[in-house]
T-cell receptor, first 113, second 111 residues
Framework: NAGVTQTPKFQVLKTGQSMTLQCAQD?????MSWYRQDPGMGLRLIHY???????DQGEVPNGYNVSRSTTEDFPLRLLSAAPSQTSVYFC????????????FGAGSRLTVL | QQPVQSPQAVILREGEDAVINCSSS?????VHWYRQKHGEAPVFLMI???GGEQKGHDKISASFNEKKQQSSLYLTASQLSYSGTYFC????????????WGAGTKLIIKP
């Protein structure tokens, strides 16, 4: 009964490096999303997907790419990391949309130097 | 437009009551409440729907005031386990089924 699994839990990057944050869920949820959480700002939606092959931008998509080739996986790619992308990233899933009950992963703390 | 949560932080003694408010400048369709403990993921508490009834979850309940575009979360006889940051997420008719999140209210319960 894993729920939503995120890897890695911690990552340190240098400016300009690229990396992928992994997210997998085993609940057969159609909806998956990525948020970033910064102090005093709550959760901000980066990208989301309502099913395999379908993705859309959220509030803060710049500098991030996503794809959804399977129902289970929704990786988040940072193309050229910048210090402004230092944050805690959460992946979340639900049965059908962002308006349903969201199940969050444990989070990935990213530091860009 | 991000909903406004108040207060930003509150410190209580175990057994005391607390109220956390979430206000929006736009018409609300629903309000979602989550709690996040330090270093952990947010966990769902409840959803308040427009025109719906007040919801309850153990000694945590919430109300939805459509006219004021506001929801309030009530924590009664608080327990140490209630400590954490409470977030409201608001859903609007034009938000494409995506929540807009408040900045959070940090609740500290002392024994």
């Amino acid at each position: 009964n894993a729920g939503v699994t995120q890897t890695p839990k911690f990552q340190v990057l240098k400016t300009g490096q690229s990396m992928t944050l992994q997210c997998a869920q085993d609940m057969n949820h159609e909806y998956m999303s990525w948020y970033r959480q910064d102090p005093g700002m709550g959760l901000r939606l980066i990208h989301y997907s309502v099913g395999a092959g379908i993705t859309d931008q959220g509030e803060v998509p710049n500098g991030y790419n996503v794809s959804r080739s399977t129902t289970e996986d929704f990786p988040l790619r940072l193309l050229s990391a910048a210090p402004s992308q230092t944050s805690v990233y959460f992946c979340a899933s639900s049965t059908s949309s962002g308006a349903n009950v969201l199940t969050f992963g444990a989070g990935s703390r990213l530091t860009v130097l | 437009q991000q909903p406004v949560q108040s207060p930003q932080a509150v410190i209580l003694r175990e057994g005391e009551d607390a109220v956390i408010n979430c206000s929006s400048s736009k018409a609300l369709y629903s309000v979602h409440w989550y709690r996040q403990k330090h270093g952990e993921a947010p966990v769902f508490l409840m959803i308040l729907l427009k025109g719906g009834e007040q919801k309850g979850h153990d000694k945590i309940s919430a109300s939805f005031n459509e006219k004021k575009q506001q929801s309030s979360l009530y924590l009664t006889a608080s327990q140490l386990s209630y400590s954490g940051t409470y977030f409201c997420g608001t859903l609007h008719m034009d938000s494409n089924y995506q929540l807009i999140w408040g900045a959070g209210t940090k609740l500290i319960i002392k024994p």
